[in-house]
């Protein structure tokens, strides 16, 4: 079976400031990831997605993540962060079975943007 | 399109009594999925569908029922509400694999 661990469930850099979002991922076949950003009330927004490829995948609102299959990570980086990126973020897993793409997610990451 | 839409918005059960949240996608998607929310622990699969008239269990069951009687319609019943069942519930749609799933905005469920 698949999981993702989150590294750090609360994340807190100054607007400007690189973000970086950790994600390790273990699976027994090649994974799909994906990263979503839930803002507060709402529900889960895809930000990006790897499934084959170029590994270093670009998402929307400036982030991008890395697919590292000797580290078995899917880190998430923006280079400048913006107030409005505060949010909670979660990897999620899933490998293709042919019975139902269901995902697995870590536990999220609260991210915070001080002035 | 509205995409996933959720119905009710909020909720709240005595213990003890029944409920059924509605999911609508018209997205086409064949695939739909029932999630719960808690502090810390992300999202766990409840029950998911791969098509009009099948369901299947997810990592969380216990409690929930569901059913898919049209593709576009995925509906999740609590037969006997518990308060270990608050949380927020969302619901997802995707096409097969390995696309991504699309979310709707969520029922937030208190049981007293």
């Known amino acids: 079976a698949q999981s993702v661990t989150q590294l750090g469930s609360h994340v807190s850099v100054s607007e400007g400031a690189l973000v970086l979002l950790r994600c390790n991922y273990s699976s027994s076949v090649p994974p799909y990831l994906f990263w979503y950003v839930q803002y507060p009330n709402q529900g889960l927004q895809l930000l990006l997605k790897?499934?084959?490829?170029?590994?270093l995948v670009k998402g929307i609102n400036g982030f991008e993540a890395e697919f590292k299959k000797s580290e078995t990570s899917f880190h998430l980086t923006k280079p400048s962060a913006h107030m409005s990126d505060a949010a909670e973020y979660f990897c999620a897993v899933t490998i293709l079975t042919g019975g139902g793409n269901k995902l697995t997610f870590g536990t999220g990451t609260q991210l915070k943007v001080e002035l | 399109n509205a995409g996933v839409t959720q119905t009710p918005k909020f909720r709240v059960l005595k213990t003890g009594q029944s409920m059924t949240l509605l999911c609508a996608q018209d997205?086409?998607?064949?695939?739909m999925y029932w999630y719960r929310q808690d502090p810390g622990m992300g999202l766990r699969l409840i029950h998911y569908?791969?098509?009009?008239?099948?369901?299947a269990k997810g990592e969380v069951p216990d409690g929930y029922n569901v059913s898919r009687l049209k593709k576009q319609n995925f509906l999740l019943g609590l037969e006997s509400a518990a308060p270990s069942q608050t949380s927020v519930y969302f619901c997802a749609s995707s096409y097969s694999s390995p696309y991504e799933q699309y979310f709707g905005p969520g029922t937030r469920l208190t049981v007293t």
């Open positions: 569908s791969v098509g009009e008239g099948t369901t």
């Open positions: 790897y499934t084959t490829g170029a590994t």
């Open positions: 997205m086409n998607h064949e695939y």
